[in-house]
């Protein structure tokens, strides 16, 4: 009785507010069916997800390790773990993600730096690919798929307005016109099932046309891939649906430098935007970082950082947190503090030999 509660739900919001459902993150012009196994792997109850942690100041989480067998890709490990794609690429440059080997180590990038706002409900960060739960008893941490460059996820404050189970897709006009485009038919609505892009959950938002909600293309899932909506696994966007309520916060903040204390303990936090990490992605961050250090300095007395580490959150950019500093008791008045020079960095540093490309893998949604 419940699901078919849900399930008239999502038609009667569908039909009496379209534009509310209407504007998801769909492909732009291929097949919508499902993965093979997505319905087997998102709802086993036997595999592990993610954990809750209790925050240490502003810093969250431990870093954990993964001896990888034989027919592991980094795929089916985020798949299995609840981590994104491009997470564990960033954390473990130096492995194949398609094809890492039997008892190759990988880095699970389960240590953060909280981003900055309200520590309440739902945060999302868009330049780190995580949704960010905060719950009575600690923090967990999801990895979502983004919009695109060309149809970006809004930065917002929003709320969330209503919980769906089995959600119908309406597609908006405009993906039905791109099909249309392509020489590919797209009906008005697909209802829920394995070819549902919505996948088994959705929470509606109030910023009008956004949702966040499962998927059948697991893939998606940490990456910029959508039409601007919020792509989970199936099974963390269960979970969400049953644990918040109607009316909770969702913040929606942009933010590729996070810094923060743990203690007298400085750590920063440095995302690059892709796989790929070019020479003007690197110099934009490094003035973000040192815009960013120079105002903590201004504004905490006493704090002393180490260059070298700062130069090397920015040059791999890898979204994993280091300690680059400390707060140190305050010298006595007009004594020189000491503290070390400017972080900006130096043009060798600043601009290290660009990596090879990897191939670039089209997705549709």
Known sequence: ????????????????APAT???DDAPAAADVSADADVADADSDPERPRVPVWRPQGDLLGDLGMLTTRYEDTFA????????????????????????????????????YVLPEGRRQGLVVNLAEY??????????????????????????????????LESPAWY??????AEYEAAGEFLPRMIPPGPENPLGSHALLLSEAGYLIHGT???????????HGCFRMYNQDIATLAREVADGTTVQV???????????????????????????????????????????????????????????????????????????????????????TDSVTPSPEAASPAAEPSPPVQQLWF
């Open 76 to 111: 089916a490990i985020g798949t299995r773990l609840g981590l994104g794609y491009l997470e564990l690429v960033k954390a473990n440059p130096d492995v194949d993600p398609w094809l890492p080997g039997d008892g190759t180590a990988i880095t699970l990038p389960r240590r």
């Open 253 to 339: 903040v942009d933010q590729p430098v996070k810094v923060g204390f743990n203690g007298d303990e400085v750590w920063l936090e440095v995302h690059r935007p892709t796989e790929n990490y070019r020479d003007s992605d690197r110099e934009r961050l490094w003035q973000q970082v040192s815009d960013r250090l120079e105002q903590l300095r201004q504004s905490v007395p006493g704090v002393e950082i180490q260059r070298h580490q700062v130069e090397l959150a920015v040059q791999k950019g890898d979204g994993i947190p280091r300690m680059v500093g400390e707060r140190l008791p305050q010298l006595a008045a007009g004594e020189d503090s000491g503290r």
């Open 21 to 23: 459902v209407l504007a």
């Open 216 to 226: 059948n293309k697991r893939f998606g899932v940490g990456m910029q891939v959508s």
């Open 130 to 163: 995580r949704l960010y739960h905060f719950r009575d008893d600690g923090v967990a941490v999801y990895p979502v798929g983004v919009g695109t460059e060309e149809n970006p996820s809004p930065v917002t404050d929003a709320r969330v307005t209503m919980r």
């Open 1 to 16: 009785m419940a699901k078919r509660h849900l399930w008239f739900a999502a038609w009667l919001v569908a039909l009496l």
């Open 171 to 176: 597609p908006p006009k405009s993906i039905r």
